[in-house]
């Protein structure tokens, strides 16, 4: 049995129910808007830990029962029936209690788990990520963060001189659109001062969505003259063009090291092959919505996902 | 340079400074947070090969790395006065912001630190009560069987009875009033668990038996004593 927690008609989550249902795959839905209407009971037993129930509308469900669990919550403070409420209303504290108390199973839960929510933070810091994409043997964009106009000038004016671009991007995990740094940007550099902020060399080549799930790896191309592919058509024009490719060996290894140096079993790596086909990479997305890969591929990542939280693909 | 991140009215980051002064052939700074965030030039360049950042602190100094010989990292909270003018959703992506660049810059160093960084807290990882508990029970410490639901999430604290006892585990070592190798060894695993590498324990002593209460990666200098402090010194002199 596997749970599936999140919005059961978002793409992503509606995805993973109708591959586990496809599958045969015993599976019940924690749908996060009737989290009114449920309840998660933990016990703490000495020598064994935490155990319990969670009873929702689709059942009750012993936790120990369970062989894996995907995750895709959203942030319960912009749920709809509790995000205009006052922050001390008892209906937002309940709210409050009920994800604290499923996150801190999530947490150390024996299960299977794609993702632990204090693994999925690994995300709030793009440089965090950064360390532990070298360990891995994996090259990463040139790089600096800075408050410091002049440096942020000198560093623009160090890859303009080879030929190459700058971005600038959020380094949290606050969504950003990636912005090649232009001469309107001078005007106001001076506002870095406030905050330091990250700036990039823009490297050449084209983007390989990289999916680990377990020991699986799904590679999508992206064809885009974009600066940021997600955002395509109002960047370039139009759409990204997307297809599954395959990599070399020794770097669907290094994805499977980053990913379990993570914590993370399933995660959506941003690689970037220069035009020597060397891969560069910029992140790791935690909580992939990978729907939007599987759509325009057909690779069956869903499929994979579900299969290794039922635990019928070996990890090894 | 040893580096001391700290508020400056911590007391216990004060202390450690003046031991590990007697002790280390080396200057001790407290450097603040506020010290940090409000340099006048900030750069943090990293690549594939290597990472260096360069502080150029309002008061003349310049705080570079690598080029010190460990850092004490108990920055537990950042100052954002200086984004009080901004709307709220500026303010909150500024700090956002600021937090991130901390979290990467210390976990691209590569001196001796206590503690390296988590995601969830700078100054080192930080769990719910629930799951050090969850830990402790794991690693064979006593703990009280707990029912916790959604109405009543917290699981009751151990009733006052006996003497509260902090121990104190670094790299695996644990320092602090005897105890039988068997709750040592549980110890040593719930620091494992934990997963910083120096940890503070807080347990409550009765006849014998170590009942766990709480644990923290931003630890009591003063209450580990002479013996936390030699240790210490030995990860920033080895």
């Known amino acids: 049995m596997i749970l599936i927690a999140g919005i059961p008609s978002e793409p992503p989550v509606a995805l993973a129910i109708e591959a586990a249902r496809q599958r045969g795959i015993g599976h019940v839905v924690f749908d996060q808007r009737h989290h009114r209407e449920s309840e998660i009971v933990l016990s703490l037993e000495p020598a064994v830990g935490l155990r319990g129930r969670l009873t929702c509308p689709a059942g009750e469900i012993d936790l120990a029962a369970l062989t894996g669990a995907y995750v895709r919550l959203m942030d319960e403070r912009f749920l709809p029936d509790v995000a205009g409420e006052a922050a001390d209303a ?69 890859c303009r001189s080879t030929g190459d671009d700058v971005i600038y991007k959020s380094v949290s995990g606050i ?47 992206i064809e885009s003259s974009a600066t940021d592919y997600r955002y395509a058509q109002s960047q370039s024009g139009s759409d990204a063009q997307l297809s599954p490719t395959t990599l070399p060996r020794w770097l669907e290894r290094a ?62 | 340079m040893i580096a001391i991140l700290a508020e400056p009215a911590d007391l216990g ?63 537990t909270s950042l100052p954002t006065a200086h984004l009080a003018g901004a709307a ?34 700078l100054a080192g990882p930080s769990h719910s009560n629930l799951s050090a508990l969850h830990f402790a029970a794991l690693s064979g410490l006593s703990c009280r069987r707990a029912i916790i639901a959604v109405d ?41 668990l934990w997963g910083a590498r120096l940890v503070q324990i807080e347990t409550i002593r009765d006849r014998g038996r170590h009942e766990f209460v709480a644990a923290s990666s931003v630890v009591d200098f003063q209450a580990g004593g002479e013996a936390l402090v030699r240790a210490i010194g030995r990860v920033f002199s080895s």
């Open chain 2, 152 to 192: 009543a999430p917290q699981p009751p604290p151990p009733a006052p009875v006996g003497t509260a006892v902090r121990h104190f585990v670094l790299d695996g070592q644990v320092i602090g009033p005897p105890l039988s190798s068997a709750t040592r060894d549980s110890m040593i695993l719930f620091a494992r």
């Open chain 2, 13 to 75: 980051a004060l202390w450690l400074r003046s031991q590990l002064l007697r002790r280390l052939a080396l200057p001790v700074e407290i450097v603040t947070p506020a010290r940090l965030v409000y340099s006048r030039s900030i750069l943090h360049r990293l690549t594939s090969t290597e990472s260096e950042a360069r502080f150029e602190l309002a008061d003349g100094m310049t705080l570079r790395t690598p080029g010190l010989c460990g850092i004490v990292n108990r920055l």
């Open chain 1, 175 to 221: 969504r950003s659109i990636v912005q090649t740094f232009s001469e309107s940007d001078r005007e106001r550099i001076g506002r870095i001062r406030w905050c330091p902020t990250q700036f990039q060399r823009k490297v050449r080549g084209h983007d390989v969505r990289v999916h680990v799930v377990g020991r699986r790896v799904f590679a999508t191309r």
């Open chain 2, 88 to 121: 709220a959703v500026e303010r909150d992506y500024a700090a956002a912001e600021l937090h991130a660049f901390l979290l990467g810059w210390l976990a691209s160093l590569d001196c001796p630190l206590l503690n390296p960084p988590a995601p969830e807290n």
């Open chain 1, 255 to 316: 994805c499977i090291d980053l990913a379990n140096s993570l914590d993370l079993p399933f995660a959506g790596i941003d690689l970037r092959l220069t035009e020597t086909d060397d891969p560069v990479c910029f992140e790791v997305n935690p909580c992939p919505a990978y729907s939007y890969y599987e759509s325009r591929t057909g690779v069956p990542i869903a499929d994979a996902l579900v299969g290794w939280l039922a635990d019928t693909e070996s990890l090894a």
């Open chain 1, 90 to 158: 008892p209906a937002r504290a309940r709210s409050t209690g009920l994800h604290a108390l499923l996150h801190d199973w999530l947490n150390v839960a024996g299960a299977r788990i794609a993702n632990r929510p204090s693994s999925m933070l690994s995300n709030v810091s793009k440089t965090y990520q950064t360390s532990i994409i070298r360990r891995c043997g994996l090259a990463i964009p040139e790089t600096i963060v800075t408050n410091d106009p002049e440096e942020a000038l000198r560093f623009v004016s160090h």
